[in-house]
């Protein structure tokens, strides 16, 4: 253990994956993510619940981080989200 020291004869770690973790706040969403949130609203008042998910999906997404994924196959939606460590996936027809 001493050598180690001395003689720099350690085993170089591997970096770390990039995981972000913790609460994300609203407040770090643009004027236009939050005017989505208002927009998946107001289609799914008017009953356009395919328009609404994907406002609400794209509200969700932070563009730096791209943790919203949305696969569309005719009138099938399937998501994939990343919250942290995590992986949701869900889908609708």
């Not at 236009?32 to 328009?51: H, M, P, Q, S, T």
């Not at 939606?77 to 609708?92: E, P």
């Amino acid at each position: 253990m001493v050598f180690d020291k001395l003689f720099g004869w350690t085993k170089k770690n591997d970096a770390d994956p990039d995981i972000p973790f913790g609460r994300y706040s609203d407040n770090n969403k643009s004027v236009a993510k939050v005017g989505r949130w208002a927009e998946a609203d107001n289609l799914f008042g008017e009953k356009r619940y395919a328009e609404s998910i994907e406002a609400f999906f794209d509200y969700l997404c932070d563009d730096d981080q791209q943790n919203v994924i949305i696969e569309k196959n005719g009138g099938a939606i399937t998501f994939s989200l990343y919250q942290g460590s995590k992986l949701v996936r869900g889908g609708m027809d």
